[in-house]
T-cell receptor, first 115, second 110 residues
Framework: DAEITQSPRHKITETGRQVTLACHQT?????MFWYRQDLGHGLRLIHY???????NKGEVSDGYSVSRSNTEDLPLTLESAASSQTSVYFC??????????????FGPGTRLTVT | KQEVTQIPAALSVPEGENLVLNCSFT??????LQWFRQDPGKGLTSLLL?????REQTSGRLNASLDKSSGRSTLYIAASQPGDSATYLC?????????FGPGTRLSVLP
């Protein structure tokens, strides 16, 4: 069955370190998204991609970057981790919007703690 | 900017009750609306997807409606069970992006 996976599931890192969170989907979806979820803020969009070599900034993109070299993967990099980036991170994917059933599928999440 | 609200923020009901969760949005120019369920410490599971041209969708004990003109969607859960306890989120798709509501935390008591 097609799925979307994230790794690691839990990560503890120190302030100032570079961290990369992996996201891999086997749906063959063009669109991929990264969200963070925090108490009091709900889910907020960090970055998104509509296809290979395409990346776009979301609502809370400062301090994060992504790259899309193939259809399956969209890694999220924290250039210099800050305590404010302690959060749960979700990756999601969806089909091209020209397809009627434009449903979004989520990974299990990565819990990141920056100390 | 699209604003999404969900009322109530939390709800506690006895098992067997029928209940309604509400989702309101400010911009009716949406492609579709999706309802999700999230269990504590877990990811999001899609429950129902309503296209902008549809009025409702049903899956088992769940029924979701959409009224774009009034900026509202409701999720109806029939004969609630303790296993329905979770946080329910609505998400609006406009353009190629999604905006999420803050969620309603549901507790169904045995």
């Amino acid at each position: 069955d097609a799925e979307i996976t994230q790794s690691p599931r839990h990560k503890i890192t120190e302030t100032g370190r570079q961290v990369t969170l992996a996201c891999h989907q086997t749906w063959n979806h063009n669109n991929m998204f990264w969200y963070r979820q925090d108490l009091g803020h709900g889910l907020r969009l960090i970055h998104y991609s509509y296809g290979v070599q395409d990346t776009n900034k979301g609502e809370v993109s400062d301090g994060y970057s992504v790259s899309r070299s193939n259809t399956e993967d969209l890694p999220l990099t924290l250039e210099s981790a800050a305590s404010s980036q302690t959060s749960v991170y979700f990756c999601a994917s969806s089909e091209n919007p020209t397809v009627t059933a434009y449903e979004q599928y989520f990974g299990p999440g990565t819990r990141l703690t920056v100390t | 900017k699209q604003e999404v609200t969900q009322i109530p923020a939390a709800l506690s009901v006895p098992e067997g009750e029928n209940l309604v969760l509400n989702c309101s949005f400010t911009d009716s120019a949406i492609y579709n609306l999706q309802w999700f369920r999230q269990d504590p410490g877990k990811g999001l599971t899609s429950l129902l997807l309503i296209q902008s041209s549809q009025r409702e969708q049903t899956s088992g004990r769940l029924n979701a409606s959409l009224d774009k003109s009034s900026g509202r969607s409701t999720l109806y859960i029939a004969a609630s069970q303790p296993g329905d306890s979770a946080t329910y989120l609505c998400a609006l798709n406009y353009g190629q992006n999604f905006v999420f509501g803050p969620g309603t935390r549901l507790s169904v008591l045995p």
